[in-house]
């Protein structure tokens, strides 16, 4: 069974995967800062409004805080902007790379004299 777990836990996925976690949520750090320190403040400079997430509306006794469900729905927007942007820009790095053309492999002489063999045939019908 450890063996097994070895194999399961070491393969190139798992630890992909678990670098991608690790990135994902630095990342995911970064544009929560780019939200909460830089957009959220030059919306509230334009719109003149202190804070969307403190709006509510009481209904008989009970506070509705629909304010925080809009700030949710700007910082997903947000976030799926910024990592739009992102990936845009990695995809730009990633087409500026010219793959390596592979060449094929040296024939030995018997699969030449076959290759050969097979044009001729071809040649003949």
Do not use: H
Not at 48 to 66: N, Q, R, W
């Amino acid at each position: 069974m450890w063996k097994e777990f070895k194999e399961f836990a070491f393969k190139g996925n798992v630890l992909d995967l678990a670098v991608a976690v690790v990135i994902g949520a630095a990342f995911g750090k970064i544009v929560s800062s780019l939200v909460d320190n830089i957009i959220m403040p030059l919306l509230v400079a334009i719109t003149g409004k202190v804070d969307v997430s403190k709006l509510e509306m009481t209904i008989g006794a009970t506070p509705l805080k629909y304010g925080l469900f809009l700030q949710s729905i700007i910082d997903f927007i947000i976030i799926a902007f910024s990592i739009f942007l992102f990936v845009r820009l990695l995809m730009k790095f990633k087409r500026k790379e010219e793959p390596a053309k592979e060449e094929e492999p040296a024939l030995d002489a018997k699969e030449e004299l076959l290759k050969e063999i097979r044009d001729l045939l071809k040649e003949k019908q």
